[in-house]
């Protein structure tokens, strides 16, 4: 029998715990430690499982075979990932769309040296949404691809709100322009801006004496954020926002339609309903870390990306089952 994949979380807020959670549930993988920035002998966990310091990290590269690395995309993720890809492989969630491929860049030159294989940028979208984009594109190729995220919990755009200065906390929510999907459903081939297919609503619980004017321009004019849609933001209490935003929905679609033939029409619609956010990302970068784990041992080293992955590297059935059951 093979040996358990050993999987360690590095960052241990929401997506972490989704880890923590979800990964129980496969087979052929053990959770063996989870790294902290944090004082690891304060950290509550949920398992039982070693908590060590992140800068303790090193001495552990003989115990781990995969890191999942958790941390926020505005800095964490940029700084930590190509480092600890000097030691490990990793598997991360960065979704910073437009800046993609420079992180894919310095990510790929950190880990090809080290002969490691970090996948970036996984989750459902980036991820998901992205595999569902270019099948689409490939198979209809003239076509036009649309996606529309939400109305839902945006992890890395929360977590953006909640590093700017005088905040304390926040959830920011994604609302997809209803009559946007429809024109797009209906085959009509929209010319849609990035500010008509989406509108941004900020919750957020400012700290005292704080400047919520001055907060509220940072957040508007945030780049790669919200500085392209029409934001709302509004300043409550913290049992608010906990009463009445805790829950981490979220969902989407992404929609590909053109004509083939005749004028007939082909549309291909890929959505998500999802109760929680972090646990099916979470669900997602498991299965990740088992094709970095695999696709380590065949020797593919550097930076990958979900269109770099088969798809049965993914998962923990056998070859055989896969082509009897899901074929």
């Known amino acids: 029998m093979e040996p358990k ?12 715990k989704g880890i923590e959670k979800e990964i129980g549930k496969s087979k052929d993988m053990e959770l063996t430690t989870i790294f902290t920035r944090r004082n690891p002998n304060e950290l509550k966990i949920l398992s039982n499982v070693k908590i060590a310091s992140y800068n303790d990290m090193k001495n552990w590269t003989d115990k781990i075979d995969v890191i999942i690395m958790c941390g926020g995309s505005a800095t964490d993720l940029p700084s930590q990932v190509p480092e600890v890809a000097q030691f490990f492989n990793t598997v991360d969630s960065f979704d910073t769309h437009a800046k993609i491929p420079e992180y894919f860049e310095s990510v790929d030159v950190k880990a090809k040296c080290s002969k ?16 569902m984009r270019l099948y689409a594109n490939s198979i209809l190729p003239e076509g036009k691809t649309y996606t529309f995220w939400g109305r839902g919990v945006s992890q890395g755009h929360s977590d953006a709100i909640r590093r700017i200065s005088g905040v304390k906390n926040a959830i920011q929510y994604t609302i997809p322009i209803e009559q946007a999907i429809e024109s797009v459903r209906n085959g009509e081939y929209p010319k849609l801006t990035t500010r008509e297919k989406h509108l941004r609503e900020c919750f957020v619980v400012a700290e005292d004496e704080a400047d919520t004017k001055a907060i509220e321009e940072e957040i508007k004019t945030m780049p790669n954020y919200f500085s ?11 049992d608010e926002l906990r009463k009445n935003h805790s829950k981490m929905s979220h969902g989407g679609f992404v929609i590909h339609s053109t004509e083939t033939g005749n004028g007939n029409k082909q549309i291909i619609e890929y959505s998500l309903k999802l109760d929680s956010n972090p646990e099916f990302t979470a669900s997602v970068l498991i299965a990740l870390a088992r094709a970095a784990y695999r696709m380590n041992k065949e020797g593919q080293f550097g930076a990958k990306t979900v269109f770099d992955i088969a798809p049965a590297w993914m998962s923990e059935k056998t070859e055989e089952e896969i082509r009897k059951e899901l074929l």
Request: a negative charge; charged letters at 15%; glycine letters at 16%.
């Open 228 to 238: 392209d849609y029409d934001t709302t933001v509004h300043f409550v209490t913290e």
């Open 5 to 16: 994949i050993r999987v360690a979380i590095c960052g241990y807020g929401n997506l972490g």
């Open 116 to 131: 490691k294989t970090s996948i970036i940028s996984g989750g459902w979208d980036p991820g998901m949404f992205s595999i």
